[in-house]
Nanobody, 126 residues
Framework: VQLQASGGGLVQTGGSLRLSCAVS????????IGWFRQAPGKLREGVSC????????YYTDSVKGRFTISRDNSKNILYLQMNSLRPEDTAVYYC????????????????????WGKGTLVTVSS
């Protein structure tokens, strides 16, 4: 299983970015998948997950109303639309998945994810 995140960059406060994560190597219809981030000097945190079984979406409180997770199953791509970006959103963003298991909201914990992509850096300037 391989995941490749892209779309990061430098943006001003209030700006937008869309991250993409190309997923390859598995065909399971049942899986946990989501976005995580790690800011300098901080622990990794779950940002958003989407359920494979019912399409429910989950967000950490700090991004609710600003970020939107979505997926294109035909292209095996996971997206994260990030609007109204803030300096505290600055971090390396990772996509991760666990084929064969769907954790629902617990996906945000990240502990069960077996596969992680290389991150993409998002920098929000003030």
């Amino acid at each position: 299983v391989q995941l490749q995140a892209s779309g990061g960059g430098l943006v001003q406060t209030g700006g937008s970015l869309r991250l993409s994560c190309a997923v390859s190597g598995f065909t399971s219809d049942y899986y946990a998948i989501g976005w995580f981030r790690q800011a300098p000097g901080k622990l990794r945190e779950g940002v958003s997950c989407i359920s494979s079984s019912d399409g429910n979406t989950y967000y950490t409180d700090s991004v609710k109303g600003r970020f939107t997770i979505s997926r294109d199953n035909s292209k095996n791509i996971l997206y994260l639309q990030m609007n109204s970006l803030r300096p505290e959103d600055t971090a390396v963003y990772y996509c991760a998945t666990d084929p064969g298991r769907d954790y629902g909201a617990r996906c945000l914990e990240g502990s069960g994810m077996d596969y992680w992509g290389k991150g993409t850096l998002v920098t929000v300037s003030s």
